[in-house]
C-alpha cells in the first residue's frame, strides 16, 4: 500500500504537478488540513475525504496510517510542498513507531488486512510560497537566500530571532513563512524591526497573498513601510537583499551578471 505526502502547491489546479494530480488520483481516500481539503475539494470530486484541524497534525497522519493499513492507498496533502513546513518528516517519524509496534507484539493487529512493513511512503514534491511567491512579486530569490517561519508553536521565538538576526547579516533574501495569526499579532513587527538593526528602511520587500487563488494579491514595499501593515497566514513576505530593487512596481534581486554591453 502507499501513503502519499502530496504537495499540491500553491492552491490553483495549475499549479499542481502532474505527479501531484496523478498520485490523488490514483489514492482511495485523501487526508488533510480542513482547509487544504476543500481548497482541493473542487478538483477532485469523486474522492473521498477525510480532514482534521489545525495542530492535529499527528492525529491526520495517524488517521491515514490506519487508513492504509485497511488496504487503502492514501494521500497525505500538503500546501505547497510536502517536505518544507510539511508533513513528510512526520510521516515517517509516526509509520516507524507502527513499525516498533509491530515488531513488539506478540500476535501483531489480527484485524489489519496489511502488514505495516508493506506501507510505502511516497514524497511527492510540490511549489513552495517561496518559489510561487517570488515569480508574483518579480524575481526575488535569484541569489542566496533562506525560508524562516515566525511561528513559535514549534519553534521558540529566541531562535526565531536568532535565526533572522543571522540571516539579516548574511545578507541573504528572505522569505517569512506564518508571518502574523491572531495570536501573534506583532510578530512581523517585532521581525523588522530585528532586521532594521542590519538593513536601512528603503530596503525593497513585499508580500504575496493567496498565492495561485481568485484573491491573489502582491504589493512591493519598504521594509519600514512593511512593520505596520496588517497581512493574514495566507501571505508569504519576502525581504530583499542589499542590491534588491524595484523595477516597475516588480521586486527584482540581480544574480550579478553583467548586462553593459
Not at 518579480?138 to 529566541?158: N, R
Not at 506564518?178 to 521581525?191: C, E, F, G, H, I
Not at 508580500?207 to 497566514?233: H, K, S
Request: proline share 3%; hydrophobic share 40%; aromatic share 10%.
Amino acid at each position: 500500500m502507499k501513503l502519499y505526502l502530496v504537495g499540491f502547491g500553491p492552491g490553483n489546479y495549475e499549479g499542481m504537478t502532474i505527479q501531484a494530480k496523478e498520485c490523488i488520483k490514483s489514492s482511495d481516500i485523501i487526508v488533510g488540513y480542513t482547509v487544504y481539503v476543500d481548497i482541493i475539494k473542487q478538483y477532485f470530486p469523486d474522492k473521498e475525504f477525510f480532514s482534521t484541524p489545525m495542530r492535529k497534525e499527528a492525529d491526520r497522519v495517524r488517521a491515514a496510517v490506519e487508513l492504509a493499513l485497511e488496504g487503502k492507498n492514501v494521500s497525505i496533502i500538503c500546501s505547497g510542498d510536502s517536505v518544507i513546513y510539511g508533513m513528510a518528516g512526520l510521516a515517517y517519524e509516526i509509520l516507524n513507531n507502527y513499525k516498533k509496534e509491530h515488531e513488539n507484539a506478540i500476535d501483531g493487529k489480527q484485524n489489519e488486512k496489511v502488514d505495516v512493513n508493506e506501507i510505502q511512503i511516497e514524497v511527492i514534491p510540490g511549489v513552495t510560497a517561496a518559489v510561487s511567491g517570488s515569480a508574483v512579486l518579480g524575481a526575488v530569490l535569484t541569489h542566496d537566500f533562506c525560508v524562516i517561519s515566525l511561528s513559535d508553536l514549534l519553534t521558540p521565538w529566541d531562535k526565531i530571532e536568532k535565526r533572522l538576526v543571522c540571516a539579516a547579516m548574511g545578507d541573504f533574501e528572505i522569505a517569512i513563512y506564518n508571518p502574523v495569526s491572531k495570536k501573534r499579532a506583532d510578530y512581523l513587527k517585532k521581525a523588522c524591526e530585528i532586521l532594521l538593526k542590519y538593513r536601512d528602511g528603503d530596503c525593497v520587500c513585499g508580500y504575496a497573498m493567496n498565492i495561485g487563488r481568485d484573491e491573489e494579491n502582491y504589493q512591493v514595499t519598504t521594509l519600514f513601510e512593511l512593520q505596520n501593515m496588517e497581512l493574514n497566514m495566507f501571505t508569504t513576505v519576502f525581504i530583499g537583499n542589499s542590491q534588491t530593487m524595484n523595477i516597475d512596481g516588480k521586486m527584482v534581486t540581480p544574480r550579478g551578471y553583467r548586462i553593459d554591453g
